[in-house]
C-alpha cells in the first residue's frame, strides 16, 4: 500500500515506542539535506521524457557529493540501470522511486528491533562518544520520551571530567522530570555509574541512563573508563548494560565511521544516534554510516529541545529528504 506523507506519519506513531514522531519535524529539520540532495537530483533528471546514461551519470555525480559515499552510490547506480533496462516507463519519476527504494533498502539493512525495555528491569542504557557529540542532550530526550511512556527513569552522570556536566546533566533531568545520581568533579565514574544502578535496584526503576565523558586525558584512558563503567555494573546486573548507543554528530561526514570502529574495538555498540540533522547539511551521511556499519541507527536528533529526538525509520527518513513540491504524492 502506498502511503501519503501524512498518512505514513499517522502509521509510524501507531508503531513507535515514543509517541512524537512528527513528520513534519523530521522533513524541517532535513530541509537542508533536502537542498543538497534533491534539488541537484532535479537539476539533473527534470525535464527528461527519457532518462539517458548521461543523466545517470550526472545522478551518479550528485549522490557522490551528497555524502552518501562512493561504494554506496555505485550499488544505487548500478540498480538503477538495471530497474530502467526492464522499465518501459523511464522518466524522471521513476528513476526517483527507483533511487528512494535503493536508499530505503540501504538504510534497513542491520536495522534490528532488538532491546526491548520490558524485558528487564531495571532497563540499563549506556551512552558513549566524543565529546560534543550530544550525548547529555540525547540522555535528557531519551528520559523524557521514557517518562511519558509511563516508565521510572533514573540518570547517573558518569562524566565526571568536566565540572560543567553535572549540572547539565541536572537540568536535563529537572526538564524531563527524572531522578538524578550525580557525585563531584573529579569522582570515579564506575562508582557514579555503580550507585546509580543500585538506586535502580533499590527502588525499582524501569530505566537507567548513564552519561559518560566524551574527552579524558587521552583515548586510552576513555576507552579503559568505558570498559570499567560496563565491569562494575554488570557486578550488579550480569546482562547490563541492555544497550550502549554510540553518539554521533550529523555534520561529522566520513569520520563518523571511524568513531564507529573506536568504540566498537572496546563496547559491544548495540546502536548508533545520528544527532543535529536539522542543523546539516550533511545528512547524506547516515547512508554511508549504515552501509558501513553493521550496527543500526536507532535514534535521531533533529533539534535542540527535549522533543526532538526521534526513533530512526528509514522509509520516513527517505521520505523525508525526498519530500518536494514535484514528488510530494509519490511515497513508495
Ligand atoms: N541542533 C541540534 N543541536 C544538538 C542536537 N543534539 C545536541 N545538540 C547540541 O550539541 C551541543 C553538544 O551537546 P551535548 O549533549 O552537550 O554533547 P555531549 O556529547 O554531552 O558533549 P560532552 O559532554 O562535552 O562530551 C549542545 O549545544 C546541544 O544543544 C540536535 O539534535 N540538534
Ligand atoms: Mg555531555
Not at 62 to 86: A, C, M, N, P, W
Not at 190 to 200: G, L
Not at 245 to 274: H, M, P, R, Y
Not at 308 to 328: C, K, P
Amino acid at each position: 500500500m502506498l502511503l501519503e506523507p501524512q498518512n505514513l506519519s499517522r502509521e509510524i506513531i501507531k508503531m513507535s515506542l515514543f509517541k512524537n514522531f512528527n513528520f513534519d519535524k523530521l522533513k524541517n529539520g532535513l530541509s537542508k539535506t533536502r537542498n543538497k540532495i534533491v534539488n541537484s537530483i532535479n537539476e539533473a533528471v527534470t525535464g527528461k521524457a527519457v532518462i539517458d546514461n548521461i543523466t545517470i551519470d550526472k545522478l551518479e555525480e550528485v549522490l557522490v557529493t551528497s555524502d552518501i559515499g562512493f561504494d554506496t552510490t555505485e550499488k544505487i547506480i548500478e540498480q538503477v540501470r538495471v530497474s530502467l533496462k526492464s522499465e518501459k516507463d523511464r522518466s524522471e519519476v521513476s528513476i526517483i522511486t527507483v533511487v528512494k527504494n535503493e536508499l530505503v533498502k540501504l538504510l534497513n539493512q542491520n536495522q534490528n528491533n532488538g532491546g526491548d525495555y520490558t524485558n528487564h528491569k531495571p532497563y540499563i542504557i549506556l551512552i558513549v562518544g566524543i565529546n560534543g557529540a550530544g550525548k547529555t542532550t540525547t540522555i535528557g530526550k531519551l528520559a523524557n520520551n521514557y517518562k511519558k511512556i509511563d516508565c521510572k527513569v533514573i540518570v547517573g552522570a558518569a562524566d565526571t571530567f568536566r565540572a560543567a556536566a553535572n549540572e547539565q546533566l541536572d537540568i536535563w533531568a529537572e526538564r524531563a522530570g527524572v531522578d538524578i545520581i550525580q557525585r563531584g568533579k573529579g569522582s570515579d565514574p564506575s562508582s557514579v555509574a555503580y550507585d546509580t544502578v543500585k538506586k535502580a535496584l533499590d527502588d525499582k526503576y524501569d530505566i537507567v541512563l548513564i552519561d559518560t565523558a566524551g574527552r579524558l586525558h587521552n583515548k586510552t584512558n576513555l576507552m579503559n573508563e568505558l570498559n570499567k563503567i560496563k565491569r562494575v555494573i554488570s557486578k550488579l546486573v550480569p546482562d547490563a548494560p541492555h544497550q550502549t548507543l554510540l553518539v554521533i554528530d550529523g555534520n561529522t561526514g566520513q569520520n563518523a565511521i571511524v568513531q564507529a570502529d573506536e568504540f566498537s574495538k572496546v563496547t559491544d555498540l548495540s546502536g548508533l544516534v545520528i544527532t543535529k540533522l536539522d542543523g546539516t547539511a550533511k545528512g547524506g551521511s547516515v547512508f554511508q554510516i549504515i552501509a558501513n556499519q553493521n550496527v543500526p541507527v536507532k535514534y535521531i536528533g533533529v533539534g535542540e529541545g527535549i522533543d526532538d529526538l526521534q526513533e530512526f525509520d528509514a522509509q520516513a527518513f527517505v521520505n523525508a529528504i525526498f519530500v518536494s513540491d514535484i514528488y510530494a504524492n509519490e511515497t513508495t
